[in-house]
């Protein structure tokens, strides 16, 4: 795939709109600076209005028009949305949840991954489109389906599932006894004599067995991988040298999308900071800060994730213009910020990012979302930010991203674990994942996310903030590279199989770390323990490890508890640290490896890209860029070095 400069896009629905319309509706993108449109994701029912029956004319004439104004486009698979005809004739597509009721048709993804009438059907439409699109000049790319997993879709307790899983398992154990060992089943009398006899494990009297629920969510996850391949298989075969993407979501760890992403030519996630603020791991005091803004570290988190789960190639599918229709509150975002979102993103890497409406509908469910236009046709506040945003972009084309040399591990499988035993109620992955990353963040430094199989070469730090099955070769991998790496707790913490490690956390870590978690207890929120690092006041929260160890505590609580151990160059925190904590350990950490931190105004976040540098404010006051950051002399190229609140600023790093 060829490199090209980062563009911009929107998502649009022709088939909302009079036809009378098109032309002028994407004339009207073309003069903003947007260079594709995606369309088609959901209009299963316009092309297929009955079974057989295809309607392409107006399709074609949507693709033809948008083309002729000389835009790209994404044409989407419209899988999320089956058409009543469809439910109607073959009920077992819909999914159960996990009460066993019927998702029942009205809305979107009312679909079971595990149907096997669903997956013919959806052979069928993609092969339909494929073959019928796949050649088109100006179809540049594919979505497939849209949004895995939304409206917490990826996990369904169908008949269907349970006769997939009942399969999947005799290929995982082979033989029922080894899975009745693998998950203790002697408890409980949970015994089973064949594979056919395992149910899903929903409506039991109280928790279900952790090994099980494990390995149904593990299930699950490989139906959504399986699922799309058959359509990339497909679409590949149809059209050949088109990218295909899917579209990711904030905070969604339902699925492998390091799994998913292998399948793909790049990853989107659809970028609704100020909705995910609001629905998000944040504190009221964070709600309150940062309403129109979203957390800083929100959506830089995602991209970085998405960024990897796509090998590099990444893209924003939806770009929040305005208040959005699904979270609790949905304000306005501040002016300038859809400028700022866009910036950041590309900052990050991505090749397109693409606003999520082109008008807002005036009918139906998404009514109160904004567009870039208003529904008479007005251009809404973001339209304008969107225009200055492709001006910018075109006159400071940004080179290739480089590789950090810092890497947080992200683990879905992690997530699994800690949904089936959370022991905490406190206990957040996600927001532990946000912590670390932004506290790097903070300290002005560039974050790479990898995952747990993912080569240490060229990284010299590596930030776990909590992985409970470890992969074996991980610790050789970390021996070897002689990376420095800090772990969080319940690392190591489980078999692949949930149980806890013979020689007790942190299992094969113990090579590296001569110390043994012999007993955890866990917190309510607002509950600290506090202590003590370098002479400074710092506290754990939610968590504690006690351990058993000869090693001396580089912090600990006044009790005497060690909240956090270092043995050549690894640190293990027996809590979740406080940001403050962190950082401090952090700061000591990143100048070992040689890189400078900088002390940041408050919501100002930084990021290269090759030899550009950004700058960004997600501040309610200007905030000036310290000497630290950009030489007083440095030329910017976009912005001031004062940056206003929702300030963007660019400039070539002379280092
Ligand atoms: C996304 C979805 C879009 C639209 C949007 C509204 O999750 O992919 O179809 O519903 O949210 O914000």
Redesign the pocket.
């Known amino acids: 795939m060829t490199i090209r400069p980062p563009r911009l896009g929107v998502c649009y629905y022709p088939e909302h709109w009079p036809e009378a319309a098109w032309a002028e509706d994407a004339a009207k993108m073309a003069a903003l600076g947007l260079r594709q449109v995606r369309i088609g994701e ?1 209009a299963w029912a316009k092309i297929e209005p009955a079974p057989g029956a295809f309607d392409w004319a107006w399709l074609d004439r949507a693709v033809d028009t948008l083309g002729a104004a000389g835009l790209e486009v994404m044409l989407g698979t419209p899988t999320a949305t089956p058409p009543k005809w469809l439910i109607d004739a073959e009920p077992d597509i819909l999914a159960l949840d996990r009460n066993g009721r019927p998702r029942r048709f009205g809305s979107r993804r009312h679909y079971c991954f595990s149907s096997r009438s669903y997956r013919k059907h959806t052979e069928r439409i993609v092969e339909a489109m494929a073959s019928r699109y796949g050649a088109h000049e100006a179809v540049a790319a594919w979505q497939t389906d ?2 895995y997993g ?1 409206h917490d879709t990826t996990r369904s307790y169908s008949p269907e599932a349970a006769r997939a899983f009942r399969l999947w398992l005799a290929e995982r154990y082979g033989d029922v006894d080894a899975l009745n060992t693998a998950w203790g089943a002697v408890f409980w009398s949970q015994t089973y004599r064949s594979f056919d006899e395992v149910d899903l494990p929903n409506l039991t009297v109280t928790e279900p067995n952790p090994a099980h629920v494990l390995d149904f969510y593990r299930f699950s996850s490989d139906q959504v991988i399986s699922y799309n391949r058959l359509q990339v298989e497909i679409l590949r075969r149809h059209s050949p040298g088109r990218r295909i993407i899917h ?1 990711g ?1 904030g905070f969604t760890f339902d699925f492998d999308h390091f799994a998913l992403g292998r399948d793909l030519d790049a990853f989107g996630w ?1 970028s ?1 900071p100020l ?1 995910f603020l609001d629905i998000g791991p944040f504190s009221a005091d964070e709600k309150r800060a940062y309403m129109r803004q979203g957390h800083p570290d929100l959506a830089a988190f995602h991209h970085d994730l998405y960024r990897a789960c796509g090998n590099g190639r990444w893209e924003i599918v ?1 770009q ?1 213009p305005g208040p ?3 979270a609790r509150h949905n304000p306005e975002p501040l002016p300038g910020m859809v400028r700022l979102w866009t910036h950041e993103a590309i900052a990050h890497g991505a090749d397109v990012v693409s606003y ?1 409406r082109w008008r807002q509908a005036p009918f139906a469910q ?1 009514q109160m ?1 904004a567009g870039l236009e208003r529904p008479d046709r007005a251009p809404a506040p973001a339209a304008a930010e969107a225009a200055r945003c492709a001006e910018e972009i075109a006159a400071v084309p940004p080179p290739e991203t480089a590789q950090a040399r810092v890497a947080l591990l992200v683990d879905y499988e992690a997530q699994w674990v800690f949904e089936t035993q959370r022991q905490g109620a406190a206990w957040s992955y996600p927001r532990l994942l946000l912590d670390w990353h932004g506290a790097a963040r903070r300290l002005g430094v560039d974050v790479d996310i990898v995952s747990s199989g993912s080569i240490l070469e060229g990284y010299d730090l590596l930030l776990v903030p909590s992985l409970p099955i470890a992969p074996p070769a991980l610790v050789g991998a970390v021996k070897k590279s002689n990376i420095r790496a800090v772990f969080g707790p319940r690392s190591f913490s489980k078999t692949p199989h949930f149980a806890i490690p013979e020689t007790l956390p942190p299992g094969p870590l113990q090579d590296l770390l001569p110390l043994k978690v012999v007993r955890s207890e866990s917190f309510p929120r607002d509950h600290r323990e506090r202590g003590a690092f370098d002479g400074v006041p710092v506290a754990g929260q939610w968590w504690l490890d006690h351990v058993e160890t000869d090693l001396e505590p580089l912090a600990a609580t006044e009790a005497g508890r060690g909240l956090l151990y270092e043995a050549s160059g690894v640190h293990y925190f027996t809590t979740a640290p406080e940001p403050a904590f962190l950082t401090r350990l952090l700061r000591r950490v990143v100048a070992e490896i040689g890189l400078d931190v900088v002390d940041l105004p408050e919501g100002v976040r930084l990021r290269r890209r090759g030899g550009l540098r950004y700058a960004f404010n997600y501040g309610a006051k200007a905030a000036v860029l310290p000497d630290g950051v950009a030489a007083p002399d440095a030329d910017l190229l976009v912005g001031e070095r004062t940056l206003p609140p929702a300030g963007v600023a660019i400039w070539r790093d002379r280092s």
């Open positions: 959901f849209n949004e939304c579209n979501m659809d609704y909705g939806e929040q959005v229709n699904w999520f998404e979302h």
